[in-house]
């Protein structure tokens, strides 16, 4: 089964946010780099991207033949994405399993996991 882990940043921090990122000591900051290196490593992770913050992001919606564009999107910051992967695992425990590894999880934000519709 194929799974997509989505990971929703939340109140955790990154080098976006010197500020907070500065919250974490160096040996933290390099333990989060570390796990997120140990992640996509795993056997059966295709490596997604990490985005800009919500911030960069333009929402288009269409809306009677017109398309509209706002800036940012219409979450909470603490509900929008950091960042995807791909994982291929036996079943959700182990997909689960992984999603409790990212750095994310643990510092403030989550991580939800989704199967992928296969055809």
């Known amino acids: 089964m194929k799974y997509m882990l989505l990971i929703h940043q939340g109140d955790a921090p990154t080098p976006y946010s010197p500020d907070d990122w500065g919250r974490l000591s160096e040996d933290e900051q390099k333990a989060v780099y570390s796990d997120y ?5 795993t056997p059966g992770v295709s490596p997604g991207l990490q985005m800009q913050p919500p911030e960069a992001a333009t929402t288009v919606r269409v809306d009677d033949g017109r398309t509209l564009t706002t800036d940012g999107p219409f979450v909470a910051i603490k509900e ?3 960042g995807y992967l791909f994982f291929e695992a036996d079943d959700l425990d182990a997909a ?10 643990r510092l ?12």
């Open 37 to 41: 290196q140990a992640v996509n490593q």
């Open 80 to 82: 929008a994405l950091g």
């Open 96 to 105: 689960i399993e992984l999603a409790a590894r990212i750095p994310a999880a």
């Open 108 to 119: 403030g934000g989550a991580v939800e996991v989704r199967p992928i519709v296969e055809r």
